[in-house]
Nanobody
Framework: QVQLVESGGGLVQAGGSLRLSCAVS????????MGWFRQAPGMEREVVAG????????YYADSVEGRFTISRDRAKNTLSLQMNSLKPEDTAVYYC??????????????????WGKGTLVTVST
């Protein structure tokens, strides 16, 4: 089993920054991809950013390209999402996820096997 715990969410003004972290524990040796997803009220869950475990290649949704950065710390077994120039439309619950195969790339929620419980990000005007 794999456990994922997100932290770092909160309330921030438009134009501000937040850094989300995801602590990963458990049997992670089969990890293929890691990703951040988000879900706003009444909306479907969407991918924000993804990272290939073996190649370290990254993917960003068009809506966050140039503003968000996904990274990992192997020593600390964490996945992070640095979010800059935040906009009110970035308001959502953000989830960390792990996929055991690369059957979907760019990452898709259907291809992820483990999920955290999410952390709320609210961007005010």
């Amino acid at each position: 089993q794999v456990q994922l715990v997100e932290s770092g969410g909160g309330l921030v003004q438009a134009g501000g920054s937040l850094r989300l972290s995801c602590a990963v524990s458990g049997r992670t040796f089969s990890t293929a991809i890691m990703g951040w997803f988000r879900q706003a009220p009444g909306m479907e869950r969407e991918v924000v950013a993804g990272l290939s475990w073996s190649t370290s290649s990254t993917y960003y949704a068009d809506s966050v390209e140039g503003r968000f950065t996904i990274s990992r710390d192997r020593a600390k077994n964490t996945l992070s999402l640095q979010m800059n120039s935040l906009k009110p439309e970035d308001t959502a619950v953000y989830y960390c996820a792990i996929g055991l195969s690369r059957r979907y790339w760019p990452p898709d929620y259907r291809g992820m096997d483990y999920w955290g419980k999410g952390t709320l990000v609210t961007v005010s005007t």
